[in-house]
T-cell receptor
Framework: GAVVSQHPSRVICKSGTSVKIECRSL??????MFWYRQFPKQSLMLMAT?????????EQGVEKDKFLINHASLTLSTLTVTSAHPEDSSFYIC???????????FGQGTRLTVV | AQTVTQSQPEMSVQEAETVTLSCTYD???????LFWYKQPPSRQMILVIR??????QNATENRFSVNFQKAAKSFSLKISDSQLGDAAMYFC?????????????FGKGTKLSVKP
């Protein structure tokens, strides 16, 4: 299957700072990328969908000014958690899908801890 | 709205035995995909199997097979000859046939334990 690389795998940041998470499709062009949040022992919650070159579509209840998503190229999307607070601590996962490919491929995930 | 229901929070199987994980879904679409994803302790989401709704034949991938009942909106996963490495969370998901736009709707997951 296709490979999606997500970095960093773990990050600890201080409350009030911003942190950026990268999601790269290594061997295909990702026309659409998805960002999820997963709490312990729970399912994946879709945060937003981004298409290359256009603004992301956020799910209801997700603060777009807090979770900035950029999908500037067909191989890279970034999620920036701005002014992070302890309640933002979670596991964030990206996935990517290419044109004509029905299944999405997932990155390894990022465990964010805000102290 | 699409919904996916996994009614078994936890399941257990003896190594080398067969186990079936249940999934039901609801959608108003006529064309859609159904997936089973595996999430081991590493938390990497791994695609196990995919089924296109327009196909009557059940998908099979080695030891993994599905029982797709479109009228009943049921999509169960059968794991044959269970191995210790099959222990993981299993998520059932549906996706509208919207090309690259449709997003996955996940069930709450089933935690599978494999006993040696």
């Amino acid at each position: 299957g296709a490979v999606v690389s997500q970095h960093p795998s773990r990050v600890i940041c201080k409350s009030g700072t911003s942190v950026k998470i990268e999601c790269r499709s290594l061997d295909f062009q990702a026309t659409t990328m998805f960002w999820y949040r997963q709490f312990p022992k729970q399912s994946l919650m879709l945060m937003a969908t981004s298409n290359e070159g256009s603004k992301a579509t956020y799910e209801q209840g997700v603060e777009k000014d807090k979770f900035l998503i950029n999908h500037a190229s067909l191989t890279l999307s970034t999620l920036t958690v701005t002014s992070a607070h302890p309640e933002d601590s979670s596991f964030y996962i990206c996935s990517a899908r290419g044109t004509g490919i029905p299944e999405a491929f997932f990155g390894q995930g990022t465990r964010l801890t805000v102290v | 709205a699409q919904t996916v229901t996994q009614s078994q929070p936890e399941m257990s199987v003896q190594e080398a035995e067969t186990v079936t994980l249940s999934c039901t879904y609801d959608t108003s679409e006529s064309d859609y995909y159904l997936f089973w994803y595996k999430q081991p302790p590493s938390r990497q989401m791994i695609l196990v199997i995919r089924q296109e709704a327009y196909k009557q034949q059940n998908a099979t991938e080695n030891r993994f097979s599905v029982n797709f009942q479109k009228a009943a909106k049921s999509f169960s996963l059968k794991i044959s000859d269970s191995q210790l490495g099959d222990a993981a969370m299993y998520f059932c998901a549906s996706q509208n046939y919207g090309g690259s736009q449709g997003n996955l709707i996940f069930g709450k997951g089933t935690k599978l334990s494999v006993k040696p």
